[in-house]
């Protein structure tokens, strides 16, 4: 077909093309299991188990962007009611791609990922497709617009294969608008994938899943905390459903005790501790009073034995006010995408003034920058003097995690390692009740409530590694990673909203999980749903489960993951003492004296420390605003980030050698290029060394960011000696 012709194609009718035999489509196959579905001269898509080929196109070449120029990557484009796959051919020269990987990070899309599909020829406009398109031409080009900011580009061949490369593109349209009105996750695929025995290797990141009392008991003893146990009492999740089945409460406590604590708090999330502090501290949290609560005295002395944790002093921070909501991070993260957009088309890419507004306007950097302010002041809070902290939200599924989690990454040695982050996205995000399910949106069921909280955790995260790129054990490639598998529906770990629901899900899968009856009896596993042709075994009775996202070598190559490690990562880098870098915070201890004889409780809220005129004031579902007087943690947001130069912002921190203070203020906050500028070529520069031009490059960027750390460490000595810098 010409491309000026009048004739339309409807991409829901799949009409076949003037002067083309019905016969000449690919017949689908009888088996819903595509493991023999082979090209001629190239090895077959290895599918999971309930996964069908649609379409395919051959001879397709993949853009690959370089800051030479870019190349090509010859081989096959299908289309599966789960994703969409690209499959290398063999003569290509790329690394590992032979490897049957499932859903390759580089090549494949899940399609609940795809965000926007754009048609491409070079004789009309591009046509942004959907479900219901109609296309007045056949495409050469196929841009995908990936949620985790990837695009990736396929160019079909010139020569006779037209017919492919329409069926190809309207495969895709259509599945990606059945993907998006929830069609796209088959209850069936997901039992059949769970079943599958995935071929695994040993795992290189041990990491605690905390779904065993044996994980919790492990973990609590490594953190030292003496005055804590491990509780049972939420086992059934008859107390609460988002918390984990064990919880850490303080020694002497009993359960039944513990049990007249829930009612009083949203959602039943009591207060329980998360982090204890070598020095003595306690961080917990807990969502706020329950608005109706009406508390006996002996419920007020078990929350006040809660909250207080055997301390004297109690700081409770309100985190949702100096935090973005879910609804502004959602509304930031849209924008930055969308912005993102106009630098992957370099014929649309703006002049860096509009373009650098824009970004300010998105006001991802200015969450970034108030998210790692509110944790380092809570740390520092936690490191001066031994007291008990709460992260107190609405509901606690949220901004807790991320600011739980973050000052966990500024205060201790272990969260900067890998398996020691994978542990701690499990015990706060995973096991917390961080709903997943609804703010990743995976399957596409409620965009109201979608929000990337936890993706605005790893820009957190990313702005400590490039600050302090010595004292992380991984890399921006394993945060890359990890950015990126939070789009991928197959896995367990972002696939649910808790441990209740994922329990749930599990056992109507196959096996019942949460109950095994003293004889031993096990339900059976039910191998009627896998094809007998599968080219994934199934497993046995007993191990059916989801893959998790610590399983890389599912998705990523052993050349890959020998990138996750940081090579100039150092054991105890910051063992001299806290990283200083400006930022010092005046100290706070000589404003928070107790009453004599009496504990006392402070509500910390935008910078501001305020001493509770009631010790547990329960009106209107919050704190009291009503105080005896203030305590003035910062002389204003203007002087807040300024940086102190004289001795009178010093103060030793105890103990020595775990905070990294993070500069945030002005230009040190910066936009994770790799991440979401990954869609032009140009702006990677210096960032993917695929050449020995661009080596050059990355060594010209590394040495004058040697030259900016020799700078800054010359200042500190000068500003601990109470001199200015020359």
Request: a positive charge; aromatic letters at 8%.
């Amino acid at each position: 077909m010409l491309p000026g012709s009048r004739q339309s194609f409807t991409v829901r009718q799949q009409q076949p093309l003037p002067g083309e035999k019905e016969e000449a489509r690919p017949k689908q196959p009888k088996s819903p299991n595509m493991s023999g579905w082979r090209k001629k001269n190239g090895p077959a898509l290895q599918c999971i188990p309930g996964e069908r080929i649609q379409e395919e196109a051959a001879h397709v070449r993949k853009c690959v962007p370089s800051r030479d120029g870019g190349g090509y990557v010859p081989g096959t484009l299908y289309c599966t009611n789960l994703r969409v796959a690209f499959l290398p051919d063999r003569s290509a020269n790329t690394a590992d791609c032979s490897c049957p990987l499932f859903l390759r990070s580089d090549y494949d899309v899940a399609l609940s990922c795809v965000r926007r599909l754009v048609a491409v020829n070079s004789f009309t406009k591009a046509k942004v497709l959907t479900g219901t398109s109609t296309l007045k031409f056949i495409p050469e080009e196929l841009i995908i617009y990936c949620r985790d900011f990837r695009v990736l580009r396929f160019r079909f061949h010139e020569s006779g294969l037209e017919p492919q490369a329409f069926r190809v593109t309207m495969a895709i349209a259509q599945a990606q608008e059945s993907n998006s009105r929830g069609r796209g996750l088959e209850p069936t695929a997901l039992k059949n994938l769970g079943n599958s025995q995935l071929k695994k290797e040993e795992e290189e990141f041990p990491t605690p899943l905390f779904e065993t009392l044996r994980d919790w008991e492990k973990e609590l003893k490594r953190l030292g905390a003496a005055g804590w146990r491990v509780s049972p009492v939420n086992e059934r999740f008859d107390m609460s459903t988002s918390l984990p089945k064990y919880l850490w409460v303080p020694n002497g406590f009993l359960d039944n005790e513990l049990k007249r604590a829930f009612v009083h708090f949203n959602g039943r999330r009591m207060p329980r501790l998360c982090w204890h502090h070598p020095g003595g501290s306690d961080l917990l949290r807990a969502a706020s009073f329950h608005a109706d609560s009406d508390p006996e005295k002996e419920d007020m002395r078990c929350v006040e034995t809660l909250m207080l944790a055997g301390h004297s002093q109690c700081v409770l921070v309100e985190t949702g006010a100096d935090l973005p909501s879910p609804a502004e991070i959602q509304q930031a993260h849209l924008r930055l995408w969308g912005l993102s957009l106009c630098l992957a088309d370099s014929f649309a890419a703006p002049a860096d003034e509009k373009w650098l507004s824009g970004l300010e306007g998105t006001r991802w950097l200015d969450y970034v920058r108030g998210c790692l302010r509110k944790a380092s002041e809570v740390a520092v809070l936690l490191a001066e003097k031994s007291r008990s902290v709460i992260l107190q939200e609405t509901d606690d599924r949220d901004l807790n995690c991320l600011l739980a989690s973050l000052v966990q990454v500024i205060s201790e040695p272990h969260a900067r390692t890998i398996s020691g982050l994978q542990g701690l996205v499990q015990r706060e995000w995973v096991a917390a009740g961080h709903a997943f399910q609804q703010r990743l949106n995976l399957w596409q069921k409620n965009e109201r409530d979608e929000s990337p909280v936890f993706l605005l955790f790893l820009d957190c995260v990313w702005q400590l590694l490039r600050q302090f790129p010595e004292s992380f054990e991984f890399t921006e490639a394993y945060l890359l990673a990890l950015h990126d598998s939070t789009c991928v529906p197959f896995l367990s770990t972002f696939l649910f909203n808790c441990q209740w629901e994922r329990g749930r899900n599990n056992q109507h899968r196959f096996l019942n999980q949460l109950y095994t009856p003293i004889n031993g009896w096990r339900e059976t596993l039910c191998l009627e749903i896998l094809p007998k042709d599968s080219s994934y075994p199934a497993k046995e009775a007993g191990g059916a489960s989801l893959p998790s996202v610590w399983d890389w070598g599912l998705r990523y190559s052993l050349q890959q993951r020998a990138q996750f490690r940081n090579p100039s990562y150092r054991h105890g880098s910051n063992s001299k003492g806290p990283i200083r870098n400006g930022n010092f915070l005046p100290q706070t201890s000589h404003k928070m004296e107790n009453p004599p004889g009496n504990r006392a409780v402070f509500s910390f809220s935008k910078g501001s420390l305020s001493l509770q005129a009631q010790l547990f004031p329960w009106k209107n579902g919050s704190l009291s605003k009503k105080v005896s007087r203030w305590a003035q943690l910062s002389e204003g947001p203007g002087e807040q980030d300024k940086p102190s130069r004289g001795k009178a912002g010093l103060r030793p921190l105890a103990p020595r050698g775990l905070l990294l203070l993070p500069l945030h203020t002005g230009p040190f906050i910066q936009l994770w290029k790799r991440c979401y500028l990954r869609g032009n070529p140009e702006t990677q520069a210096g960032l993917l060394a695929s050449s020995v031009a661009g080596l050059t490059e990355e060594l010209r960027l590394l040495q004058e960011r040697l030259s900016n750390w020799q700078v800054r460490e010359s200042y500190s000595p000068a500003v601990e000696n109470g001199k200015e810098p020359h």
